[in-house]
């Protein structure tokens, strides 16, 4: 692992212009479990709570699922070192983008500026009639559902629902990015599900060298990964971070 990690440390740091592509694992270490998997939140939670079609016909019932899984739950989680890591390449100006399927906002508490959330942001609350956004401290989440002060219409969490598209401004800046970036390093997740899978693929389509940081090979891993490094994030980044402090 050490010389695999000073290899990976050179790569880095001949790259021009490096992104980083993040999944659910990044964001476990800080307390929020993944949706799949044995110990996921689909365990606990009928994943029809964030079906678009049943949430507009039972808002009541979706709202108190999301309540308890995205602000009583995810409210209280703390950026971790690996999203400090990121963030601080980035204001380096060593990393261009974070890519992430996300949607818990740690990225942006931990100091990274240019983020692309494929799958929304549960900090912020919109009203489909009036666009207006709303804060979750700026509702009251104790008497739900929440609605729109201004026309009474039920608050939609502002993150990609089942059966709801892909935010397009959010899917073509992670093409551009990806299709113009030399590396690409993927973060705590398995390339399940699409289209947010195919980012790094179409990556190194374009020529990319992959690095993968995962606790267990996943679908990158014999497909597209040049550099495999096995391990929790928050370990493995920090590590990263040592060897390249001393030249950057």
């Known amino acids: 692992m050490k010389n695999n990690l000073q290899k990976v440390a050179d790569v880095i740091l001949a790259s021009k ?46 709202w108190i699922a999301i309540k308890e899984i995205f602000y009583d739950f995810f409210g209280t989680a703390k950026p971790n070192k690996a999203h400090k890591v990121l963030a601080e390449w980035e204001q380096k100006s060593l990393l ?5 399927q996300n949607i818990d906002n740690l990225h942006q508490q931990a100091g990274s500026k240019t983020i692309f959330e494929f799958h929304g942001n549960s900090q912020k609350l919109i ?29 939609k969490p502002d993150f990609v ?18 299709r113009n970036a030399d590396l690409v390093i993927i973060v705590g997740t398995t390339g399940e599900v699409m289209p947010a899978a195919m980012i790094p693929t179409e990556a190194k389509r374009n020529g990319a060298t992959i690095i993968e940081i995962n606790t267990e ?26 060897l390249l402090s001393p030249k950057i």
């Open 17 to 62: 212009s490096m992104i980083a592509f993040t999944g659910a694992g990044i964001s476990v270490e800080s307390g929020i479990p993944p949706f799949r998997g044995p110990e996921g939140l689909w365990s606990k939670y009928d994943p029809k709570c964030l079906d678009l079609d049943y949430f507009h016909s039972n808002p009541k019932d979706s």
């Open 96 to 100: 261009k983008a974070v890519v992430t």
């Open 127 to 155: 009203c489909k009639e009036c666009n207006r956004v709303y804060l979750p401290e700026e509702v009251n989440l104790n008497d739900l559902p929440p609605c729109c002060k201004n026309d009474g219409v039920v608050l």
């Open 161 to 178: 629902f089942f059966g709801e598209g892909i935010p397009e401004k959010a899917y073509n800046n992670s093409l551009l990015f990806a």
């Open 217 to 242: 090979e996943s679908n990158y891993t014999n497909r597209i990964t040049d550099f495999f490094l096995q391990g929790k994030a928050s370990e493995i980044l920090e590590q990263l971070d040592e």
